[in-house]
């Protein structure tokens, strides 16, 4: 199993940055790949953005230019830069790990508001 601890979320105001920190403990030399997905109010998840081990990433085009995810295999531990936020960004930002058996894994997740 892998346990999944995300923090940095938080109040910030429109045009403002956060930094969403998740950190990986357990089977991790199993994880391939680690990112994130954000739910807002009424909303479905959706993917945010994510990265493999091999360095490679993908973003959500509502997101591009934005936000940067980046990871550290050493540590297991994927970080999200979020660049000119905004109202629409305001949701709560999971942690997720795919492993190569087939199963992933989730954290309990982070609010993330973006509110003058």
């Known amino acids: 199993q892998v346990q999944l601890n995300e923090s940095g979320g938080g109040l910030v105001q429109p045009g403002g940055s956060l930094r969403l920190s998740c950190a990986a403990s357990g089977s991790i030399a199993s994880i391939y790949a680690m990112g994130w997905y954000r739910q807002a109010p009424g909303k479905q998840r959706e993917a945010v953005a994510a990265i493999t081990s091999a360095g490679t990433t993908t973003y959500a085009n509502s997101v591009k230019g934005r936000f940067t995810i980046s990871g550290d295999n050493a540590r297991m531990t994927v970080s999200l830069q979020m660049n000119s936020l905004k109202p629409e960004d305001t949701a709560v930002y999971y942690c997720?790990?795919?492993?190569?058996?087939?199963?992933?894994?989730w954290g309990k997740g982070t609010l993330v508001t973006v509110s003058s």
């Open positions: 997720t790990a795919a492993l190569s058996d087939g199963m992933d894994y």
